[in-house]
């Protein structure tokens, strides 16, 4: 569905938004504004990272921000992030997107008159930034609080194979952000040339030098708590296998009496002496005191 936002009588720029994007609503701007075929391509397919493009009559770009709400069990590009394909030049601007996305419904909903819309290219800047700031949003308010969460299960709580999963996934989506944060350097770059360098541009690269640092940060934290949870599981096997050695030393000398007076041979001059039970009972304690000194002295009990 197309929608003419803007008009460049009265704005002194186009500004048309297509929702769920098919062929049929580029053919009248295709014309209108010498739309390539790549681009609108790349519109219509799923799944297209950031990029920019230079063309002769317009710049064609992909950005994109956070989901309003996604499952933590996923790990994907399209259903993290929803895109926004843009075309721009001087006199007109084109976005096209799938879903509803908050952050450019905001900007549908200002007044003609808003600074925001001054220009296309002041537009573009916004667009980029909100989107953007979606990350940031995302780090600060969620991603945060989901690793502080399973800090404490790693370090305060005893049952934590379950939320091995929830952390796989975390890092899985912040390595994924991290990616498209890379790509989005060359759009940050662009506009921070020194023909459109301005407040505006100033802030996207605030902006984007901000999110790049706290996903960095995140990502770090992310892997170091992973680091800490194999060593946690890694100690606690060793400290069963300690467990387990110290008794079967304390069993391996009484396993070797026992053995030795359970053989049938007919001329063991114990066999028959009254006081032979209790005497062997007695050693055998006497053997585990002894053990039980020893690792007390060595400090492995």
């Known amino acids: 569905m197309v929608q003419q936002v803007l ?47 230079e063309f002769e009559n317009y710049h064609f770009l992909i950005i994109r921000s956070i989901s309003s709400e996604f ?46 819309l001054k220009s296309s290219k002041t537009l573009v800047n916004t667009i980029v930034s909100t989107s953007l700031k979606t990350f940031e949003k995302l780090v600060i308010d969620v991603l945060s609080v989901k690793l502080d969460e399973y800090e404490e299960i790693v370090f305060l709580h005893s049952r934590r194979k379950p939320f091995l999963q929830k952390l796989y996934y ?24 020194s023909e459109f360098k301005n407040t505006y541009t100033q802030d996207l690269r605030d902006i984007y030098s901000r999110t790049n640092t706290l996903y960095r940060n995140i990502s770090e934290n992310t892997s170091q708590l992973l680091n800490i949870y194999f060593n946690i599981e ?53 053997l585990s005191i002894i053990i039980y000194i020893w690792f007390k002295q060595k400090k492995w009990l």
Request: overall charge negative; glycine content about 2%.
């Open 71 to 116: 499952p933590e069990n996923i790990d994907t590009l399209s259903d993290i992030t929803d895109r926004i394909s843009i075309f721009y030049d001087t006199n007109f601007i084109i976005t096209v997107h799938r879903n509803e996305i908050p952050s450019l419904n905001e900007l549908l909903q200002l007044e003609p008159t808003n600074k925001k």
């Open 7 to 53: 008009n460049k009588d009265i704005n002194g720029y186009d500004w048309f938004n297509i929702t769920n994007p098919t062929k049929e609503d580029f053919l009248i701007l295709k014309d209108q504004y010498k739309l390539s075929d790549a681009s609108i391509k790349d519109c219509l397919e799923l799944g297209q990272p950031p990029k920019i493009e």
């Open 170 to 193: 975390l890092k899985r989506q912040i390595d994924l952000i991290r990616i498209i944060l890379t790509l989005y350097k060359d759009i940050v770059d662009y506009f921070h040339v």
């Open 234 to 286: 890694s100690n606690h096997t060793n400290e069963i296998m300690r467990t387990l050695t110290i008794i079967s030393v304390f069993f391996m000398p009484l396993t070797f009496i026992v053995g030795v007076y359970g053989m049938n041979f007919k001329f063991m001059p114990e066999l028959n002496w009254h006081y032979g039970y209790p005497v062997i009972m007695l050693a055998m304690l006497i």
